[in-house]
């Protein structure tokens, strides 16, 4: 069976139901929302823009939806969408003034700081709660010139979602659960040499004996990997 002209309406495709003429129109009206959502974003400020809490990512979405539409929907007039602007910059403007004021309803609305590693062992019950995969949150440490935990004292997730790290100084480092690609590949029940071994659930890490079998004392697992005690490389 062939595409006849009837079925196949390039013009359908390429406007859809508008005319050429509403290209013109479609430049002008995004130029205008354009400019409207630089102004918006302007009033929020530049933490509005830089480090995006929950409640924030919320408003910028708004504000991208009301500019979408009236760019390329004949039927969407430009003025309901001002309207819309100028409600979420006040309410964006009236929760930040209840938030300043409000420790109880800044934890409600943004959340708080979770700390994930605390002196070189993960905080289980708070990673947990985050949806944040072990892959993904070593390949973030890594990024900040990490190799293992013993490296860390504090790690801490800010409400924007970036990882915060505190590190020990050199003469500090422990023996810590390394991070470096493929290193949890390796684990094992039984030691095969007298080292310190970390516990590849929590962290936890201290020195164990040649063929010596245990659980880990902080989570009750026991797979083991060796540790390492490198220093740190900025």
């Not at 013109?24 to 400020?45: A, C, D, H």
């Not at 590693?117 to 993960?122: C, H, N, Y």
Request: glycine share 8%; proline share 3%.
């Amino acid at each position: 069976m062939f595409l006849t002209s009837d079925s196949f309406d390039l013009k359908q495709i390429l406007l859809g139901s508008e005319e050429w003429s509403f290209l013109l129109e479609t430049i002008l009206r995004t130029s205008i929302m354009f400019f409207i959502i630089i102004f918006g974003l302007r009033l929020l400020g530049k933490r509005g823009v830089k480090q995006l809490s929950v409640f924030e990512l919320v408003v910028i979405i708004g504000l991208g939806s009301a500019a979408g539409d009236p760019m390329f929907y004949k039927d969407v007039g430009i003025m309901p969408a001002l309207v819309v602007f100028t409600m979420i910059i006040s309410l964006y403007s009236i929760i930040t003034y209840i938030i300043s004021k409000s420790k109880k309803f800044e934890k409600l609305v943004e959340g708080k700081p979770i700390c994930l590693i605390d002196q070189g062992v993960f905080c289980i019950e708070d990673f947990k709660k985050e949806a944040l995969g072990e892959d993904e949150f070593f390949s973030e440490l890594r990024l900040k010139g990490v190799s293992h935990l013993g490296q860390i004292e504090k790690a801490i997730e800010e409400i924007s979602g970036e990882i915060s790290v505190f590190y020990y100084e050199d003469k500090d480092i422990k023996y810590g659960l390394p991070i470096m690609p493929n290193s949890l590949d390796k684990a094992v029940k039984s030691f095969y040499r007298t080292a310190h071994y970390s516990c590849t659930f929590c962290g936890h890490t201290q020195e164990f004996e040649m063929h010596e079998k245990s659980q880990c004392k902080v989570c009750g697992k026991d797979e083991w990997v060796e540790s390492s005690n490198k220093k740190r490389i900025p």
